[in-house]
């Protein structure tokens, strides 16, 4: 079992930078592939980028490569995405979560075991 805590959402301008930060809960947290998911309202939501257990392998979804970084810290049982070149499209509640080690590469919300509250990030133009 993990909990997670997300934070550093807000308001941003278009061009703009962000950093959000999930904290996991529990000693097994390294043993996880960890995700950010998205959902923007009206939406689906949308994979965003996953990490592998180790934080040496990652990948993203299309419409972020280039812009996000998805990295994660074991010592402090942490997961960060950080955010470039914000764009008003962005804008969603973005979520954490958690998945067994089986389940990286997968862009399914139904990979991932455990979820964060999310977050809400908003950019303007």
């Known amino acids: 079992q993990v909990q997670l805590v997300e934070s550093g959402g807000g308001l941003a301008q278009a061009g703009g930078s962000l950093r959000l930060s999930c904290a996991a809960s529990g000693r097994t947290f390294s043993s996880y592939i960890m995700y950010w998911f998205r959902q923007a309202p009206g939406k689906e939501r949308e994979f965003v980028a996953g990490?592998?257990?180790?934080?040496?392998?990652?990948y993203y979804a299309p419409s972020v490569k280039g812009r996000f970084t998805i990295s994660r810290d074991n010592a402090k049982n942490t997961v960060y995405l950080q955010m470039n070149s914000l764009q008003p499209e962005d804008t969603a509640v973005y979520y954490c979560a958690a998945g067994p080690p089986n389940s990286y590469g997968r862009t399914s919300p139904e990979g991932a075991n455990y979820w964060g509250q999310g977050t809400q990030v908003t950019v303007s133009s």
């Open positions: 990490i592998s257990r180790s934080g040496s392998s990652t």
